[in-house]
């Protein structure tokens, strides 16, 4: 192990920040980059489909994130030192996450309800147990869903879209074959397609916001991380991906910042404070 890799290793915040370039959960480097694309209306792989359409991935449900936005150990550890941006970083974070379970459920709802599955007052609010069973037996009439009266009164809603999915296979119940593709054209298509932008650029602002966070509680607990730091163990992958060597955590965050700058709205007040922060003066 060389002196800088030694150095690395013995910082507390190394592998937090190192989720950051994570190819296979949809990174800030991956989703920068199919932030970019769907801007430009270009083509997606289902490799960065997988970044722009939900808002989990490791670098924004890493324990030390959970312990920054829920101060209760169960969730991870707490930090120290907080970005003087906290508070809009928290509600920019909270905002993106509910952004995606809202534009989630309008797609739920149309996929198995069709048309009039979305004329409701709320059709970004959560099925509810007393609508689910119509909303199922519509979706056995058009052949999306498999289950009989059984499996339909043995069903519970779910809080969030997913679950319903896995309680139907838990009583029993399927699906088409067609019915995972049918959720990704719908979320792609030209009907979600402001919603979807909105949100995946709110989750790159949101991956902006943890790095100043992590960033800034390392260098205020004497763990400075250098604005040249990178992870060399990605290099092969990056180059493969983007065609380019792997990125410095400075150039990897400016590159985040100025795709981000390019897309969000500069008057939307939930994000406005990043684009103020087009660079980490904590980064050594």
Partial sequence: ?????????????????????????????????????????????????????????????DPYVGGWRHP?????????????????????????????????WQIM????????GVVVKHPDKPISGKELPN??????????VVADDKVLS???????????????FKAGGDVSDDYATLI??????????SELLTATTHKLGAMLAVTD?????????????????????FDDGWRKAFGKPVPSIGELYQEAHSVFTSVANPRDGLVKHIFRLDRLPQLV
Wanted: net charge neutral.
């Fill in 109 to 116: 709802r149309l996929l198995l309800g069709g048309e009039e």
């Fill in 72 to 104: 209760n150990p169960m969730w991870g550890r707490r930090p120290k030192f907080q970005s003087p941006h906290t508070k809009s970083h928290l509600r920019l974070l909270a905002e993106t996450d509910a952004e995606y379970e809202r534009l989630q």
């Fill in 1 to 61: 192990m060389s002196e800088r890799d030694t150095a690395e290793a013995k910082n507390p915040f190394y592998e937090d920040i190192t989720s950051a370039y994570d190819l296979s959960s949809g990174g800030m480097g991956v989703h920068l980059h199919s932030v970019r694309l769907l801007a430009a209306g270009q083509p997606l792989t289902d490799w960065e489909r997988g970044s722009l359409g939900q808002y989990s991935c490791n670098y924004l449900v």
């Fill in 213 to 233: 966070q992590i960033t800034y509680d390392a260098s205020s607990q004497g763990f400075p991380i250098p604005y040249s730091f990178k992870p060399e163990r």
């Fill in 154 to 168: 043995a069903m519970k809603p779910g809080s969030y879209p997913g679950e319903i999915l896995r309680n139907l």
């Fill in 184 to 193: 990704t054209d719908l979320t792609y298509s030209d009907r979600f397609r």
């Fill in 135 to 144: 909303y199922l037996r519509t979706a056995v009439e058009r052949g999306l």
